[in-house]
């Protein structure tokens, strides 16, 4: 069981949009509709941001938005603000009732 | 608003075990719609799942840590714990316990504050 890849770092300004990746296997993303995405400011527990690959929880934004393409799961941010400056993580369901993390994005709003 | 707790030493010794506690409040622990988890963080790392448990007692662990991990619930106390053995500094991190839904929000959508856990003789 290995960590999902997700790159170290993603930058925006303002207003604009961006997307992260993150990159399983067959055997994890590509397996499920069960990817997730967390939400954490420093010195803070993560937040749930999506579920199911493209769910809301209550009181989320739809600012935030998932998809999913084979072994790759993707978090959209758009009309970017100060506060989404965080580090985001994404989980994925890997069978057998165990669960994988990717290692984190840090993003920056410019 | 269900809150989750954890609890336990912040310091612990080479070798030895490392035992925390997570309280739950503002529901009950023994809801068939969700288990109960532990995810951990070393300092400036990422978050690694460690194992979930569902109120029955049958539990789930990371493959990475199963040699060394035990989960418990205690459903009269709406409680349930980690044990991690042979701790080394590898071990040193932040450790949340998390609700994970069943049906519906198939995530962990509720955590605890977090404890930092120091393993240093």
């Known amino acids: 069981q290995s960590a999902l890849t997700q790159p170290a770092s993603v930058s925006g300004s303002p207003g604009q949009s961006i997307t992260m990746s993150c990159t399983g296997t067959?055997?994890?993303?590509?397996?499920?509709?069960?990817v997730s995405w967390y939400q954490q400011h420093p010195g803070k527990a993560p937040k749930l941001m999506i579920y199911?690959?493209?769910k809301w929880p209550s009181g989320v934004s739809n600012r935030f938005s998932g998809s999913k393409s084979g072994n790759t799961a993707s978090l959209t941010i758009s009309g970017l603000q100060a506060e989404d400056e965080a580090d985001y993580y994404c989980?994925?369901?890997?069978?057998?009732?165990?669960?994988?993390f990717g290692g984190g994005t840090k993003l920056s709003v410019l | 608003q269900l809150q989750l707790q954890e609890s336990g030493p912040g310091l612990v010794k080479p070798s030895e075990t490392l035992s925390l506690t997570c309280t739950v409040s503002?529901?009950?622990?023994?809801?068939?719609?969700?288990?109960w988890g532990w995810i951990r963080q070393p300092p400036g790392k990422g978050l690694e799942w460690i194992g979930t448990?569902?109120?029955?007692?049958?539990?789930y662990y990371n493959p990475s840590l199963k040699s060394r991990v035990t989960i418990s619930v205690d459903t009269s106390k709406n409680q349930f714990s980690l044990k991690l053995s042979s701790v080394t500094a590898a071990d040193t991190a932040v450790y949340y316990c998390?609700?994970?839904?069943?049906?519906?929000?198939?995530?962990?959508?509720?955590w605890g504050q977090g404890t930092m856990v120091t393993v240093s003789s």
């Open positions: 448990i569902y109120y029955s007692g049958s539990t």
């Open positions: 067959s055997s994890d993303v590509g397996g499920y509709n069960y």
């Open positions: 989980c994925s369901y890997a069978g057998s009732s165990t669960w994988v």
């Open positions: 503002g529901g009950s622990i023994s809801s068939s719609s969700y288990y």
């Open positions: 199911d690959v493209s």
């Open positions: 998390a609700r994970l839904g069943t049906t519906g929000t198939t995530a962990f959508d509720i």
